[in-house]
């Protein structure tokens, strides 16, 4: 599908593409070299997120110390620019740094720029790197559309330049999105990505490398090397420059199918009585530090799921269905007062969902409802999702589901509608009480799509527990299939300003449409 340039981004592209094309370090150690002479660079681009109507964080890397220093403007001159003073970057911080803009405009193109000044010299400083971003409107009638996915770099398959790198964020730059939501595994820090692996057709798919991709991550230094790895490629830090993100986080940040409490056994390929807890909170450090997150910045307990308000039209509920979920098991216990969210976030969703206004209330989850995601342990049918193929009344995080369902009906919250990546492929689910074993609960939909840069997989199995209809699927039939071989996907959200309908398109990694549905606003089910 041939996809035309946004109008509203298209004077910004040549600087943008400058900024992002930045020659980049070629070794990828713990920290940056010191240079004894020179100016600070910040090669590694920008970004933006958590935007509201009024507020934006924006994120830089330096590669020595440096004060942070942003200018916003409504032009790409900058003339009568406004200044912001972020914070000193340094080792603690693996010189990333985040500085919140507020008091802006809504419903208008920021452009901003980012400057790093010597901290003993504040006239010394480096070239400056754009970026932009537009705020939420407080008018509905301009409407509200962004992208997802999820699952980058993982399964071996890396920055393969030959292909176009991660090519999938070009395509999805073109829809001039108000925001990409990323549904989390950003990095897989349990996998390495080798100089080349075979193709089925004998050729070799060839990956940029870099030392901290050829082992799995365990120290802190280990995991910021996961996330340095992704800014290397070009079309990241373009689309970063462009569209601001809202990112939540799954396993791989960690390990594959973690859990709170999980201690590993075997020595191989981690120490043995390795604690993921503890490698989980280096995960966090690192994340927090790479991701400009609005609940992160400035909270001790490092909390991700948060509510992100855009506007008249939507909420986006952020959740974190890793951090306070039970063990994996075979998930059919009878009572499950933890289940996959914790019984804190819980309440809390219920509690903002009752209070949201907005006409569409998307829940983004990190995986699938009705989907069933097998972790087997030792011969033991464990299970990683919420489903575990049982099709009769709610079991282990099924019922914590099914509370949150009931809720929903029973308060009567309109417009809520599932999003989510994991599962690598892509699929539009319709949940109805009339086909399924638990019924207290009003119709909704469910779309997966994803992966952004990754091994694809066969679809998933379903779990007839809230009445699942599969009602469009693109995965392939063998397992693992690389970038190079497609199956690459992300979906589009489109709300409409005067209507209110949201449409929801399922695309390819070019753009190509592959399913549409819109849904009414308004209505507690669909």
């Not at 393969?160 to 090519?167: A, T």
Request: charged fraction near 20%; proline fraction near 7%.
């Amino acid at each position: 599908m041939s996809l035309s340039l946004p109008g509203r981004r298209s004077v910004l592209r040549g600087s943008l593409a400058a900024s992002a094309a930045l020659t980049l370090p070629t070794a990828l150690g713990s920290a940056p070299a010191f240079a004894l002479s020179g100016r600070p660079r910040a090669d590694w681009g920008v970004q933006a997120g958590d935007v509201t109507a009024d507020s934006g964080l924006v994120w830089v890397r330096s590669d020595r110390p440096a004060r942070m220093i942003v200018e916003t403007s409504a032009t790409e001159s900058f003339r009568g620019a406004r200044r912001w003073h972020g914070p000193l970057l340094g080792a603690g911080s693996d010189f990333t740094g985040t500085t919140r803009l507020h008091g802006l405009p809504s419903g208008e193109q920021i452009h901003y720029r980012v400057l790093l000044a010597d901290p003993d010299d504040p006239r010394r400083t480096g070239e400056p790197v754009p970026g932009t971003f537009r705020t939420a409107s407080t008018r509905r009638r301009q409407g509200v559309r962004f992208v997802w996915s999820g699952d980058l770099a993982g399964q071996g398959w890396g920055i393969n330049e030959s292909i176009g790198g991660y090519r999938i964020f070009d395509a999805m730059a073109k829809l001039d999105p108000d925001f990409f939501l990323c549904s989390g595994d950003n990095i897989y820090a349990d996998g390495v990505i080798p100089a080349t692996q075979a193709l089925p057709d004998g050729s070799l798919y060839r990956n940029v490398t870099s030392e901290a991709k050829s082992h799995v991550a365990v120290t802190l230094d280990d995991f910021r090397g996961n996330f340095r790895y992704n800014l290397l490629d070009q079309a990241l830090r373009r689309f970063n420059a462009q569209v601001p993100n809202v990112i939540q986080w799954d396993d791989h940040e960690v390990r594959n199918n973690w859990y709170p409490g999980e201690v590993i056994g075997t020595g191989t390929p981690y120490p043995a009585g390795t604690r993921l807890n503890d490698m989980a909170a280096r995960s966090r450090q690192a994340f927090s530090e790479y991701f400009p997150i609005s609940t992160i910045s400035g909270r001790p307990d490092g909390r991700i799921y948060r509510v992100h308000h855009h506007g008249p039209l939507l909420d986006v509920f952020v959740l974190d269905m890793r951090t306070y979920r039970d063990a994996n098991s075979p998930d059919d216990r009878t009572t499950d007062p933890q289940g996959i969210l914790g019984a804190e976030q819980l309440e809390w969703l219920k509690r903002e969902l009752s209070r949201s206004r907005a006409v569409w209330k998307v829940i983004a989850a990190d995986m699938p409802l009705g989907l069933v995601v097998p972790d087997p342990v030792e011969g033991k049918p464990n299970f990683e999702a919420v489903a575990q193929g049982d099709p009769g009344a709610p079991l282990g995080r099924e019922l914590q589901i099914a509370e949150l369902l009931r809720y929903i009906k029973h308060r009567r919250i309109t417009g809520t509608v599932w999003l989510t990546a994991d599962v690598h492929h892509t699929s539009a689910q319709h949940y109805d009480p009339s086909r399924a074993a638990f019924k207290d609960f009003a119709p909704f939909w469910e779309f997966v799509s994803g992966p952004l840069n990754a091994g694809a997989f066969p679809a998933s199995a379903l779990d007839g527990t809230f009445g699942p209809d599969r009602v469009f699927v693109k995965a392939p039939t063998a397992s693992n299939v690389s970038p190079a071989e497609g199956y690459q996907f992300f979906g589009e959200v489109d709300i409409d300003g005067d209507s209110g309908e949201l449409t929801v398109r399922l695309r390819e990694y070019d753009g190509t449409v592959l399913f549409t549905r819109t849904l009414q606003p308004g209505r507690v089910g669909q």
